[in-house]
């Protein structure tokens, strides 16, 4: 089970930083993605972390602004957000896949085994 949170109204230039925390289940070996959902658009993926120690991968369109990081002690992935900017509204929804030896993380929807409910984001 993943439940986000952290999610609110806030104005443009300050700072957001979101959580996911894991149930049933560990990250330790895990990819993690938080993926976005705008108003009137499909969601798409921004970031993800591969928590074995293999890096993490944002979209160019939030790079520089989004922070993904983990807490393994917590199980829990964090996504920070600075500075906000209008278009980051939306839904913020992550999403759990188990990492065997080969698997390559990615931003990929379907490959997401697990998903939470998904906390808003509302910047104005």
């Known amino acids: 089970q993943l439940v986000e949170s952290g999610g609110g109204s806030v104005q443009p230039g300050r700072s957001l930083t979101l959580s996911c925390v894991v149930s049933g289940g560990t990250i330790s070996r895990a990819c993690m993605g938080w993926f976005r959902q705008a108003p009137g658009k499909e969601r798409g993926g921004v970031a993800w972390?591969?928590?074995?120690?293999?890096?993490?991968r944002y979209v160019d369109s939030v790079k520089g602004r989004f922070t993904i990081f983990q807490d393994n002690g917590k199980n829990t992935v964090s996504l920070q957000i600075s500075p906000l900017k209008s278009e980051d509204t939306g839904m913020y929804y992550c999403?759990?896949?188990?990492?065997?030896?080969?698997?390559?993380?990615?931003?990929?929807?379907?490959?997401?085994?697990?998903w939470g409910r998904g906390t808003q984001v509302t910047v104005s």
């Open positions: 972390i591969d928590t074995r120690g293999r890096g993490s």
């Open positions: 999403a759990y896949r188990t990492a065997y030896l080969a698997t390559s993380c990615s931003l990929k929807a379907i490959t997401y085994e697990s």
